[in-house]
């Protein structure tokens, strides 16, 4: 999880050539990381209530967690308004928290049809009305909402019922395993289980220690020379394809209108060109585009 948010603020400082934390490896990690959170909840709900619920302890945990919730909320709406967080790793955690409870005593056979049915249903149900923003958690609406963390209860809520059938099956012979005895020894042992112990904590505190220090070395050695190169090219190919281009056409046309920029001293990873400057660039552009053109109708 470290990991990842220091990838995805590398990207946004642009301290990175780009974002790889949105690449398809990133976007692959991002759900590996967010559905391994959701499995051991199932198994943590089997831990804390297999033998019974303790309404006063489940409450404050309950609490807790939604308490964090719309701390992340509230942070993403004042940093990023327009991504904000509304219903991430921590909401789906909050619900599934209460909705996995009766899961821990029914019937395993009944947790386990449920939970494949949860994680097929957005492959089942795509229905308009379900992007309303009132029911946008559930997940089963036809477009994606633009958030930094979407983590609806269908299908995320399915990993935490798999992770309650694997707990109930799972955990009973592990308690009697000599692996279920195991104590921490060791400095490096004893700081994971206590860093498993406050992982709440350090979800919460990690990403904003990371970022500021991340801003930091961002303002003393500037963007990476790189940075936003390769989202110019897919945005130029994508608009060139838009406007009628071919696409081979405006693949060339985009890598020489980066290059032509940069010998210009026109490139701005950001934007900000004066109008001068964007009368410059477009030029450019178009020159760049009808030379792609010329080579690919020439004998």
Not at 47 to 62: A, E, H, V
Not at 137 to 163: E, H, M, S
Not at 173 to 200: E, I, M, N
Request: one cysteine or more.
């Amino acid at each position: 999880m470290m990991a990842y948010h220091t990838s995805w603020d590398l990207g946004f400082l642009r301290l990175t050539p780009e974002n790889y934390a949105l690449s398809s490896f990133g976007r692959t990690a991002a759900h590996v990381i967010a559905g391994s959170f959701l499995f051991l909840v199932g198994i943590g709900l089997v831990l804390k209530n297999g033998r019974g619920i303790d309404p006063r302890s489940t409450l404050f945990r309950l609490l807790r967690i939604v308490v964090a919730a719309a701390a992340i909320t509230g942070a993403t709406w004042f940093a990023f308004p327009d991504s904000f967080i509304f219903f991430g790793v921590l909401h789906c955690i909050a619900a599934a928290s209460v909705l996995g409870l009766p899961f821990l005593f029914l019937p395993i056979w009944v947790s386990a049809a449920c939970a494949a049915l949860v994680l097929a249903a957005p492959h089942l149900v795509h229905a308009e009305i379900l992007d309303a923003p009132a029911l946008l958690f559930l997940g089963l609406g036809i477009d994606t909402p633009r958030t930094n963390d979407y983590v609806p209860l269908f299908p995320w809520f399915g990993l935490v019922l798999a992770g309650i059938c694997a707990g109930r099956i799972g955990l009973p012979a592990l308690t009697r395993s000599r692996f279920g005895h195991w104590q921490p020894h060791g400095k490096l042992a004893r700081w994971a289980t206590s860093a498993g112990r406050h992982s709440l904590a350090i979800y919460l505190i990690h990403q904003p220690v990371l970022l500021g220090l991340l801003t930091g070395l961002a303002m003393l050695a500037g963007p990476h020379p790189r940075a936003g190169e390769a989202s110019f090219r897919a945005e130029y190919v994508q608009n060139c394809m838009r406007t009628g281009g071919e696409q081979r056409s405006c693949q060339i046309a985009a890598r020489c209108t980066m290059e032509r920029l940069r010998s210009g001293s026109l490139w701005r990873p950001d934007g900000g060109f004066t109008v001068e400057q964007r009368l410059t660039a477009q030029a450019l552009s178009q020159a760049c585009y009808e030379a792609a053109e010329g080579t690919r109708v020439a004998p």
